[in-house]
């Protein structure tokens, strides 16, 4: 005869030890780690790519036209979230952009490998994608921009102070492909220039192009705001003080439309407080 007794049922009752019970069962085997890799892998991967997509994305500097501000191979975080809500490109913002109309095409390109397309797709390496530039946002819409001798720029007829102009650069380039003019920006375009004023081929000098040199605001990728690599270079990027001077602003100007507004307004508040960080 075993242990087991007859229960209130009329079954046999065991003394907890069965097959079935919590004490009796074997624990379950845990998966390996080496199974587990490629899900964490995957899920990683994923989310790299939503945060490229939709949040940050990290953009090499190939070139010396934003210097000092920006240096060859330094790398920037740009902004991706806010002109989902509506927010427009702002005066005084370093902004990436896609090329609007073959600016890059007597530059040199590179040819990534399958391994850094991949990684640069998912977001894991900065761009590989040799069509974006990136410059300051210097009129938006309805300003009018103006450059006579060396400067300084005017903006709605209000002179800019630009501590950020390369070191030995005029604020204006004197010549007669595109230094000197006077531009009224149109809706749903900016106004860019390099930081290297002499080192850059930015709006000034594509006015034959069908954009007659101006950035459409759907070219814009979003705006850097922090130098994030090398290590010895991190600083933030914040908007400088002469694009908020009085009287700089226009009726013309265009703001987000009212859905963008809602979303947009604590993010505009951070970036006034932004603006007062480093130069």
């Given at each position: 005869?075993?242990?087991?007794?007859?229960?209130?049922?009329?079954?046999?009752?065991?003394?907890?030890?069965?097959?079935?019970s919590?004490?009796g069962?074997?624990?379950?085997?845990?998966?390996?780690?080496?199974?587990?890799?490629?899900?964490?892998?995957?899920?990683?991967?994923?989310?790299?790519?939503?945060?490229?997509?939709?949040?940050?994305?990290?953009?090499?500097?190939?070139?010396?036209?934003?210097?000092?501000?920006?240096?060859?191979?330094?790398?920037?975080?740009?902004?991706?979230?806010?002109p989902?809500?509506?927010?427009?490109?702002?005066?005084?913002?370093?902004?990436?952009?896609?090329?609007?109309?073959?600016?890059?095409?007597?530059?040199?390109?590179?040819?990534?490998?399958?391994?850094q397309?991949?990684?640069?797709?998912?977001?894991?390496m900065?761009s590989?994608?040799?069509?974006?530039?990136?410059?300051?946002?210097?009129?938006?819409?309805?300003?009018?921009?103006?450059?006579?001798?060396?400067?300084?720029?005017?903006?709605?007829?209000?002179?800019?102070?630009?501590?950020?102009?390369?070191?030995?650069?005029?604020?204006?380039?004197?010549?007669?492909?595109?230094?000197?003019f006077?531009?009224?920006?149109?809706?749903?375009?900016?106004?860019?220039?390099?930081?290297?004023?002499?080192?850059?081929?930015?709006?000034?000098?594509?006015?034959?192009?069908?954009?007659?040199?101006?950035?459409?605001?759907?070219?814009?990728?979003g705006?850097?705001?922090?130098?994030?690599?090398?290590?010895?270079?991190?600083?933030?990027?914040?908007?400088?003080?002469?694009?908020?001077?009085?009287?700089?602003?226009?009726?013309?100007?265009?703001?987000?439309?009212?859905?963008?507004?809602?979303?947009?307004?604590?993010?505009?508040l951070?970036?006034?407080?932004?603006?007062?960080?480093?130069?």
């Amino acid at each position: 005869m075993g242990n087991s007794t007859v229960g209130a049922g009329g079954g046999p009752q065991t003394d907890g030890e069965g097959p079935n019970s919590p004490r009796g069962r074997r624990p379950g085997k845990q998966r390996s780690f080496w199974k587990e890799l490629p899900i964490l892998i995957v899920v990683a991967l994923v989310l790299a790519l939503l945060i490229k997509t939709f949040l940050v994305q990290a953009f090499s500097i190939p070139s010396a036209s934003m210097q000092n501000t920006l240096q060859p191979g330094d790398r920037v975080l740009v902004d991706k979230l806010t002109p989902w809500f509506g927010s427009k490109p702002e005066r005084g913002e370093v902004v990436v952009f896609h090329d609007p109309d073959n600016w890059l095409q007597d530059e040199p390109t590179s040819n990534p490998n399958v391994i850094q397309r991949a990684l640069s797709f998912v977001g894991l390496m900065p761009s590989a994608n040799e069509h974006d530039l990136i410059k300051r946002v210097i009129g938006v819409a309805g300003d009018t921009v103006e450059c006579r001798g060396t400067g300084p720029v005017r903006v709605n007829g209000k002179a800019l102070t630009e501590p950020f102009v390369f070191p030995g650069n005029t604020s204006c380039s004197v010549d007669q492909q595109g230094g000197q003019f006077k531009v009224t920006v149109p809706p749903g375009k900016i106004w860019v220039m390099g930081d290297h004023r002499q080192d850059s081929a930015d709006s000034r000098y594509h006015s034959r192009d069908k954009n007659q040199g101006f950035v459409p605001v759907d070219k814009a990728v979003g705006r850097a705001f922090v130098i994030a690599w090398p290590v010895t270079r991190w600083a933030t990027l914040p908007i400088p003080d002469t694009f908020d001077q009085p009287g700089i602003n226009t009726a013309a100007a265009f703001a987000p439309d009212a859905l963008g507004l809602a979303g947009v307004v604590p993010v505009a508040l951070w970036r006034r407080g932004a603006r007062k960080g480093v130069a």
